[in-house]
């Protein structure tokens, strides 16, 4: 079993940059897949990004492709998602999640663990 803990989320102003962590406990961190989902107000959670385990495939939404990156620090047991360039329609709850798959799937259901989510507020 894995914990996970998001941060850095918060209120930034369209255009800016911001970095979400998310810190894995438990298991060995090395072994999962990771994903980031948010969930805006009145919508389903939806995929926003995802890595392998060795963090050597990732993939990302339509909408936020070219202007958010995620990373993972196997050593450190945290995934990043650094964001730019961000829009109003980005404001969500962003959570992190793992999978004992290595597909970093978009689908939701691959996940099996959850953060609480941090949310991410974009002023226009």
């Known amino acids: 079993q894995v914990q996970l803990v998001e941060s850095g989320g918060g209120l930034v102003q369209a255009g800016g940059s911001l970095r979400l962590s998310c810190a894995a406990s438990?298991?060995?961190?090395?072994?999962?897949?990771m994903g980031w989902f948010r969930q805006a107000p009145g919508k389903e959670r939806a995929f926003v990004a995802g890595?392998?385990?060795?963090?050597?495939?990732?993939y990302y939404a339509d909408s936020v492709k070219g202007r958010f990156t995620i990373s993972r620090d196997n050593a450190k047991n945290t995934v990043y998602l650094q964001m730019n360039s961000l829009k109003p329609e980005d404001t969500a709850v962003y959570y992190c999640?793992?999978?004992?798959?290595?597909?970093?799937?978009?689908?939701?259901?691959?996940?099996?663990?959850w953060g609480q989510g941090t949310q991410l507020t974009v002023s226009s």
């Open positions: 999640a793992a999978s004992t798959t290595n597909s970093a799937s978009t689908y939701r259901g691959a996940y099996e663990y």
């Open positions: 890595i392998t385990r060795s963090g050597g495939g990732t």
């Open positions: 438990g298991r060995t961190f090395s072994t999962y897949a």
